[in-house]
């Protein structure tokens, strides 16, 4: 009965597939003039990768934020926007939905699409740190720990003194979808819970706990790339670890010059990065461009930038079979905002 | 009087951009886009302004590029790389790069050397209230600021078992025993080479290292940290042991090298702030970087190793912009973003490891040469310093201006008859003329404390026409004779004969005479002819005589290193004896062959300062 469905399915989505194409190669409903996605950074593979293969589509890469402050001004006017859609982990969408709602403004986006592809948040690490970190940390590397020793000189946390202070990495949360997601995951390590809320953070042990974590992340690397490829690049000198999608991580690390010496660690409390496609609201290409996002293109080129898709294989460098949490496992959107302010006051 | 750092910056590195460039522009005249000055039928031209350490390879990788002609819409992409110190193409971006006066194509693609160029510029664009241009660059290719010393000495402080660094080189440096202290007299004190951090990269990042480690911090570098006592009397120290600055490394690695050559590195200097990659280069017999026609690698009697301070080190990481110019169009735009993505790929990331490059792109093994068989440590450097904010980075520039190593400079000017000649036939002025003005803008590069002395030369000169030089102004603080100098550069007509050798010598010999230890002691020397004192049978005697002198008093642990700088000026200048001279100073010698670079080169010799 369940392949008797499974093909039924299949056969559903190649039609769908067709008409879709079809529909985008001709410039499909809701007109048949150019479109513009915005995707967040994090992004910008798979939506190069759409573009090549749909003209019509115009991709503006930027960081989350950016967006999310166009979309949540005072003057922002969905009907003159010229953008058609957002490409972005989906905590962003509801917190455009907050802000402009707490300012009595209307709708900037309509509805989101489902989750379109997911990625575990990870965190990549040089295998001889995870080894020194054992220690102090234990066999499971978690963000609290590491915020616990963030700052602190290696050789008091069991490593070597030439390798300087524990450099964690996180972007920068007030700026990048990771950077605010990794911060979110964060603090739910050392809350022991996603569900915690804004006036928890008025607690002085987590505030110093943060502060130190944030200092720490914000005051390594060249600022040049995500901390990831700063690693990359640039070896231990620039982090001696990184918060990081394991889309990002997984195929860049498999292909690095150090993939011998460098690890992917799937940190407790589990969380993802779920990425939605929201049309702007009273865009003409709004549905077309809703409707590519959800084609199997996409799904294709999200699977082949490392996202998790279902149905589609997972790209190198990743588990073959990991099994995702049921829902992301962050906090409330909101929350993610004050996190984000939070960060900002701490590393001012 | 304070030292300008724009005025720096805009005549600087140029002389060597200028070349570099005009190196990179053969015509060929042909349709075809098939070198770098005829972009052929290719409508979107990239022009790409590079560091001058990475033309060659900027060169041959465009090369490579455009003749796969990728195409942007319907046209196809010609990318042209052209030499532009960082320090320099900086300042004209931040000024709106003037085509005309620069006499180069605005870049849609900047390489500076270190992504801290690019943050720079962007905060002076801000300050101005303009839009960020450079915003966050893709490295291109990486080498670390080490520390370069001979292995010998390396070895007496501990290396390779000991960790050093900068707060070791500020021990030794006070310790008034030197290298006594090491069991090395014959080495005499601890001798520091620097650039210019106007300048050079590698200049700023060691003074940006410098200022981490007295501060003991690796990361947030304040404006407070800066003001703090022992970081003032920190850099005070290390600056007091500095040879003299300059504006490239490379002055310090040919010296080094022709001192090594002689069969004694130790004594020139002892350690020199470079890059990874220049360690690599000297190592294999190649200080410059690059090889003249008919030269061949040749390794070094005592090669260097290259240490990475323990308090942590800064990366160039040759960050590609693609500038966010009113100037960059669309297609421009698209054309850049193939050219970086072509960059990118690991065969040509390859051939950053041709030019001791670590590559870019993580996708690509650091393996030879980047090997400890060539003194250096693939391992290394375990600890980043962060880069400083925009502000802070700015104001170190300024802090350096003040507390670098004062000066004690004896300007010698030529005004044999040759120097009435016209050079700028549009304004009409005499070789004589524009080399005024270039003295005169120069001065207003020391600092109010340094000492500034101007003797001039030619024959039948004095009351008695006997004499071959004349002192007009003698040496003495620039806050209390600027003006003066000034006067005097401003009266000088041209007269007779060019008495070079004797000068040179007589120049050297005063400088000696007075030397102050807590000073660079150097002698400027311009001149546009070779030698004419009316006597041409003992030319050669007096040569050889000068260059012994200069030698003797150069080398020895007990030397009184005064740096003889020479300046070659206009097409008839004696090239050759005039590096031949300075170079047995362990100085420099400066081309303005092109009597319109003097301002430039005039820049880059007071860069040394």
């Known amino acids: ?348 | 009087m304070t030292r300008s750092l724009r005025g720096r910056l805009v005549a600087a590195v140029a002389a060597v951009a200028v070349l570099a460039g005009a190196a990179a522009c053969t015509s060929k005249g042909t349709d075809e886009a098939d070198d770098l000055s005829n972009p052929g039928d290719c409508k979107v031209v990239v022009d790409v302004a590079v560091s001058s350490e990475k033309i060659d390879l900027a060169t041959e990788l465009a090369k490579s590029f455009n003749q796969q002609k990728t195409k942007v819409g319907d046209s196809c992409v010609f990318v042209r790389p052209k030499s532009k110190a960082s320090g320099e193409a900086m300042q004209r971006l931040a000024e709106g790069w003037d085509e005309k006066a620069e006499g180069a194509p605005r870049p849609v693609i900047w390489s500076p050397a270190s992504s801290a160029w690019g943050a720079v510029l962007d905060q002076r664009l801000a300050a101005q209230g303009k839009p960020a241009m450079a915003g966050q660059g893709t490295p291109f290719m990486n080498t670390p600021l080490v520390i370069a010393m001979p292995k010998p000495m390396a070895e007496a402080l501990g290396w390779p078992d000991k960790a050093l660094g900068w707060s070791d080189l500020i021990d030794l440096t006070t310790n008034p025993q030197g290298w006594a202290a090491y069991g090395h007299p014959e080495w005499g004190p601890f001798r520091l080479g620097k650039t210019n951090p106007n300048f050079s990269t590698s200049g700023l990042h060691a003074f940006i290292a410098q200022n981490y480690a007295a501060a003991g911090k690796t990361k947030d570098l304040t404006e407070e940290d800066l003001n703090r006592p022992e970081v003032l009397d920190a850099n005070a120290k290390v600056e007091s042991a500095v040879v003299h600055y300059g504006d490239t490394t490379l002055t310090f690695l040919n010296n080094w090298y022709r001192a090594d050559q002689r069969g004694n590195p130790f004594t020139y200097a002892s350690a020199v702030a470079v890059e990874e990659k220049s360690v690599i280069d000297y190592n294999t017999g190649n200080p410059d970087g690059k090889l003249d026609p008919g030269e061949e690698p040749r390794k070094p009697k005592v090669p260097l190793v290259a240490i990475y301070p323990k308090e942590g080190t800064l990366f160039s990481d040759n960050p590609f912009f693609i500038l966010n110019a009113s100037w960059v169009s669309d297609e421009q735009r698209q054309g850049a973003q193939a050219f970086q993505q072509f960059v990118q790929q690991p065969e040509n990331q390859q051939k950053a490891l041709q030019y001791n490059f670590r590559p870019g792109n993580p996708q690509v093994a650091i393996g030879d040469p980047i090997v400890t068989g060539n003194g250096v440590d693939p391992g290394q450097p375990q600890t980043l310093l962060q880069v400083p904010s925009p502000a802070v980075t700015s104001s170190l520039i300024d802090r350096w201006n003040e507390q670098r190593k004062g000066a004690r400079v004896l300007l010698v000017m030529d005004i044999s008859g040759s120097m009435g000649d016209t050079a700028d036939k549009d304004r009409n002025l005499t070789k004589l003329e524009l080399a005024q003005q270039a003295a005169i803008d120069s001065l207003d590069q020391f600092k109010p404390e340094d000492e500034v002395g101007l003797r001039v030369f030619s024959t039948n000169l004095g009351p008695g026409q006997n004499q071959t030089y004349l002192d007009l102004v003698p040496i003495a603080p620039v806050s209390s004779n600027g003006e003066q100098l000034k006067t005097r550069i401003r009266d000088l007509r041209p007269t007779n004969g060019t008495p070079l050798y004797d000068v040179a010598n007589q120049s050297f010999t005063t400088m000696v005479d007075g030397y102050d230890a807590t000073r660079i002691n150097a002698v400027v020397l311009l001149t546009d002819g070779k030698n004419e004192d009316g006597n041409s049978r003992d030319d050669r005697q007096q040569l050889d005589d000068a260059v012994r002198t200069l030698q003797s008093q150069s080398q020895g642990e007990n030397a009184k290193p005064v740096r003889l700088f020479t300046i070659g000026y206009g097409a008839d200048a004696d090239l050759p004896t005039l590096k031949q001279l300075a170079e047995a100073t362990n100085g420099a010698a400066y081309n303005a062959s092109d009597p319109k670079s003097i301002t430039k080169v005039f820049t880059a010799v007071v860069s040394n300062f």
């Open chain 1, 1 to 348: 009965m369940r392949r008797a469905l499974a093909v039924v399915a299949a056969v559903a989505m190649i039609a769908l597939a067709f008409l879709v194409r079809s529909r985008s190669d001709t410039g499909g409903g809701g007109g048949d003039g150019p479109a513009t996605v915005v995707c967040a950074r994090e992004l910008a593979a798979a939506c190069q990768a759409l573009q090549a293969k749909n003209p019509w589509l115009t991709v503006v890469t930027e960081d989350a934020n950016r967006t999310l402050t166009t979309l949540t001004a005072a003057g922002f006017d969905p009907g003159a926007a010229e953008i058609d859609g957002w490409l972005v982990p989906a905590p962003f969408p509801a917190m455009v939905d907050e802000t402009r709602a707490r300012t009595g403004a209307g709708s900037a986006l309509g509805e989101p699409t489902k989750v379109l592809a997911r990625s575990p948040l990870v965190i990549a690490v040089w295998n001889d740190r995870r080894q020194a970190l054992r220690s102090r940390c234990g066999e499971d590397l978690t963000w609290k720990c590491i915020g616990e020793v963030a700052g602190e000189p290696w050789g008091d946390v069991g490593g070597q003194a030439s390798w300087g202070e524990v450099k964690p990495g996180l972007a920068n949360p007030a700026e990048t979808a990771i950077g605010l997601l990794g911060a979110g995951q964060a603090a739910a390590s050392w809350f022991g819970t996603s569900d915690y809320a804004a006036n928890d953070f008025a607690d002085p042990a987590f505030r110093a706990w943060f502060e130190r974590l944030a200092r720490a992340s914000q005051s390594s690397g060249t600022g040049t790339g995500t901390p990831l490829d700063q690693m990359l690049s640039l070896g231990p000198a620039a982090f001696d670890l990184a918060g990081s999608t394991e889309a990002a991580a997984g195929p860049s690390i498999s292909t690095s010059r150090d993939k011998d010496r460098l690890g992917i660690v799937y940190p407790a409390p589990e969380a993802t990065a779920d990425v939605v496609l929201a049309p702007v609201a009273g865009s003409e290409a709004g549905a077309r461009v809703k409707r590519l996002f959800e084609s199997p293109d996409a799904a294709a080129a999200l699977a082949g930038a490392g996202w998790r898709v279902d149905g589609q294989p997972a790209a190198t460098g990743l588990p073959p079979d990991t099994a995702l949490p049921a829902d992301d496992g962050l906090p409330r959107p909101g929350v993610l905002q004050a996190l984000r302010s939070l960060w900002e006051d701490v590393t001012r």
